[in-house]
C-alpha cells in the first residue's frame, strides 16, 4: 500500500483528531487543492472574504466550531509553496501525537516527511493563544 493510500485512509479520522496531513499539496494548482480539501476535510469551508497584500493563498476554515484554520500558500505560478495549520493552544497535544504517528521527528518541534524523492519539513510553533504547523518542501543542501 502506498503512503499516499495510508494518508487517504488516515483522513478519515479528520473529525476525531486534528490532523495534520496535507503535503501531498505541496507545488499543486488551487484546483487540485479545492478537490483535496472538499474530499479530505469536509469540515472545512473556504473563506475569500479576506484580503492580504504580500502572500496570495486559499484559506479555509472549521465551519463547525472555528477551532481550526488551513492555509495554502501559493507562487506567482499558481503553485502550492507551503502549508499551514492554525489550532487552538488546547489541540496542542493531540496534534503532536498526530505528526509523531505520521512523520519522523527531528527534533526542536520539527518533522520531516519523504515520498518519490521529495523531502518536506514540518515545524511546530507554539504561540500564546495558538498553535501553528507549517509544512514546506526541506531546503537543498549546498
Keep these: 500500500m502506498s503512503i499516499k493510500a495510508v494518508l487517504m485512509m488516515l483522513f478519515a479520522f479528520a473529525a476525531l483528531v486534528p490532523t495534520t496531513s496535507g503535503q501531498a499539496m505541496l507545488s499543486e494548482p488551487p484546483e487540485s487543492i479545492l478537490r483535496y480539501v472538499k474530499a479530505n476535510y469536509p469540515g472545512m469551508v ?3 472574504g479576506f484580503r492580504n497584500e504580500h502572500y496570495r493563498y486559499l484559506k ?3 465551519s463547525k466550531n472555528d477551532s481550526r484554520t488551513i492555509l495554502f500558500f501559493l507562487s506567482d505560478r499558481d503553485k502550492c509553496t507551503a502549508i499551514r495549520f492554525i489550532y487552538e493552544k488546547g489541540a496542542k497535544d493531540d496534534v503532536v501525537a498526530d505528526l509523531n504517528s505520521k512523520y519522523k521527528y527531528s ?3 520539527r518533522w520531516y516527511f519523504e515520498e518519490n524523492r521529495k523531502r518536506a519539513t514540518i515545524e511546530l510553533s507554539d504561540e500564546e493563544w495558538f498553535i501553528t504547523v507549517t509544512i514546506k518542501p526541506a531546503e537543498k543542501a549546498n
Excluded: E, I, R
Aim: glycine share 12%.
Design 46 to 48: 473556504q473563506d475569500v
Design 60 to 62: 479555509f476554515t472549521d
Design 107 to 109: 527534533g526542536d518541534s
